[in-house]
């Protein structure tokens, strides 16, 4: 059964902006409708954000991402790669009070976050993760953990519902997930910047009428020219950053995207 769910949950492209119960049905779903169990997740847009989720539409998240890196860092690519970075944690705020609201009071359900199937419980209006990290095999009064924001500010308990304090627990998995990705991002933007200072632009050169190379910066038409700011003056370059760092983050080659759309055309 272990490995049975590790399968299936490589297999979802969800739609993760619309509805917490929304997904891109395969068969895998049949395996939860089957058990009767409710499949959810809390990576949704928050409708008030209107241009976001007319951007979102009902695309899951692999076309979500095609669209990203092929948009060539125009306006609507640059929303939804700030959207798809500032919800790494793939929770929102939004989410929550969804998922809250899907589910009734001791009512079980399947959290799909983060690639990996959670059991979710709700308990007197909160809501609750069971704790299945091997860090915790030797705390028995850590049970559930809650599921109350985006940041990690969760909290252990034990099986009645009693906040727990383990010994040896400071921080929670969630808080431990951010700081991973805040790290990561860091990373691949100091790679990005480095990058961008070690590549310098040499300015082309070009013949006059009569026989002297002068550089193109110096003729009249170039400098005309150079007056008009170009596509990626206009952008700001701390959001080209968080695209370029977005990019090497989720590996989208051109292979990927490839074997993505020979998966839609088999399904």
């Known amino acids: 059964m272990k490995f049975a769910l590790s399968d299936y949950a490589s297999q979802y492209n969800y739609s993760v902006y619309c509805r917490v119960n929304k997904f891109e049905y395969t068969t895998a779903c049949a395996f939860f409708d089957l058990l009767g169990i409710p499949l959810l997740h809390g990576w949704v847009a928050d409708p008030q954000q209107k241009e976001l989720v007319r951007l979102l539409g009902n695309l899951g ?41 899907a589910l009734s009071d001791g009512q079980i359900a ?12 709700k308990h007197k209006d909160g809501l609750f993760v069971l704790v299945a990290d091997q860090g915790f095999l030797n705390e028995p009064s850590v049970v559930w953990e809650t599921l109350n924001s985006v940041d990690g500010s969760s ?78 003056d206009r952008i700001d370059r701390g959001v080209e950053q968080r695209m370029t760092s ?8 051109e292979t990927n995207l490839r074997l993505s759309g020979l998966r839609k055309e088999g399904m």
Not at 69 to 90: K, M, R
Not at 110 to 121: G, M, P
Not at 246 to 253: G, I, N, R, S
């Open 61 to 101: 998240y692999n076309e979500v991402a095609e669209r990203i890196v092929n948009g060539d860092q125009d306006t609507e690519s640059c929303i939804l790669a700030d959207f798809l970075q500032s919800t790494a944690s793939q929770l929102t705020v939004y989410g929550l009070f969804e998922l809250n609201a």
């Open 110 to 121: 399947v959290l799909f976050r983060n690639n990996h199937f959670h059991t979710l419980y």
């Open 155 to 232: 909290v252990f308990v034990d099986a009645s519902f009693n906040e727990s304090r383990p010994a040896d627990a400071k921080e929670t998995s969630d808080h431990l997930l951010a700081l991973a990705l805040q790290e990561e991002e860091s990373r691949r933007e100091e790679e990005a910047n480095a990058l961008s200072r070690s590549t310098p632009i040499a300015p082309s050169s070009s013949t006059s009428s009569e026989g002297f190379v002068t550089s193109e910066a110096s003729t009249p038409s170039t400098a005309k020219r150079s007056n008009k700011p170009d596509k990626s």
């Open 246 to 253: 977005l990019k090497e983050m989720f590996m989208w080659d």
